[in-house]
């Protein structure tokens, strides 16, 4: 999970402000937050990301910072 300088969540590939929580890759490590479907399958595409049901994401992840 990324935020801005205004303390907003921050799409996971382009930087900008994610307006809706509806673009969302689950890992195991965290969950990766995207502003449109667009950045989200650009990094699908390059990053080839192990995704796993919203459930098994692990607890903390996103607190810390980890990413995959």
Wanted: net charge negative; proline share 6%; aromatic share 4%.
């Amino acid at each position: 999970m990324t935020q801005d300088a205004d303390g907003q969540l921050a799409c996971d590939l382009c930087g900008l402000v994610v307006e809706k929580d509806r673009y969302i890759i689950h890992t195991r490590q965290t969950r990766l937050h995207f502003c449109c479907d667009g950045c989200q399958g650009i990094y699908r595409m390059l990053h080839q990301p192990e995704e796993v049901p919203p459930e098994e994401v692990e607890l903390g992840a996103e607190k810390n910072g980890t990413a995959p």
